[in-house]
């Protein structure tokens, strides 16, 4: 186990550590990174990044950002990231709603390339991601 | 001559000023630890994104971006201006001020056109009175530095830059250098520079997905909107450093005032006590 994985956001570092395996949410597909893969740089999109390492797997959720993999670290740097046991359901479940609302507002002949439908629906996908991942917690 | 009510009043008084300097003294110590905490859990991130956008651009030399672009000619500049929401912190925000319009009067000496994007109350109060036409945008009312703010201001400068109503974007803060000294700073925000190619020769290549172009494009506003977290940081750490100093001067100062007056005070009783000694020794004599 020499493969190192940082997750780092602009205000913390959220996760250091050991780990196996990592799957990453890539804007291309997800993807796995044993140790000793290739330098590869990839954007991310928002969605769950499973760590691989001692014990049970753990999860977290991660909105976009990019991962720079090296040979034996992997550096996730993304704008939040949150470890499932940190989520906090009433408010992923608030923000839902609330993107939900929004897009709903918005529907009647918005185009896609509109801004506001692309926050909403940015919006909605984060809090769907950190329910999913909260929901993992419980096993 | 002050009677002794009113010194012992004056004294109250001012004791009472030095238990809310003291108080806000403590506060801002309180809060510069915060503030200081923040900046260090921001940097690796910071580095990790400067140290990749570095070797990125470094190796992708054909592969450009817009705000990566120099311009020919500058013909309007926007000064991003961070200063704070409260005062009593000394001289923090004038000191500011007083550079922004440094810069401000250098825009009008080469007749370029400028804009300013204002944060905080002080600098909205201090620049909008007197530049109300050229101010694009403002942010107060922050209590706490969040990389939402950076992501409000990047958005709207680069805005800015992108449509061509500016060719250049420069920020004005505080820089902490230490608890002692917080200097005002001028930086450009945007064209953007990539830093250093130093390391790109050591390591092999990057595999690039799914092209350096598309990566590009989301590492550059990343990137600015990770210079602005750290100017918003290092000018809220300056603030509360100089509220800090500001208060503990403010408090020495009402400790001399409080002996100055006690002696005072002394003086105008033992002043009355031998007024009174004396009515009575007179008193007697006149029996």
Redesign the interface.
Known sequence: MSLEL?I??????AFRGPVKRVVLP???GEFGVLEGH??????LRIGEVEIDGEGEPRFAALS???A?VGESSV?V?V??CELAEEIDVARAERARARAEEALARLHEGTPESDSNFRHAQAALQRALVRLQVAARRAR | MPSLKDIRRRIDSVHKTQQITRAMRMVAAAKLRRAQD?IL??R???E??RA?LGE?AASQLEAGHELLEEREQVRARELVVIASDRGLCGGFNHNLVKRAEVEIAKCEADGIGFGLTLVGRKAVEHLRRRHPEQVTHTLTGISQV??GH?VQLADHVAGRFVAGEVDEVLVIFSEFVSALTQTPRVERLLPARPAGREEAGE????????SPE??LE??VP?AV??EL?RALLESQAGEQAARMTAMESATRNTEELIDRLTLQYNRARQAAITKELVEIVSGAEAL
């Open positions: 940082v780092v956001t602009p205000e913390r570092e890539g804007s291309e290739e330098r590869f740089l990839c954007p976009d950002g990019f720079d550096v740097m704008d939040t | 923040a859990s921001a690796p991130y910071a990790r994104m990749t990125v969040a990389y950076a390591k092999p290549p990057y595999e690039i997905e799914p598309k990566l989301i590492l990343k909107q990770v977290l």
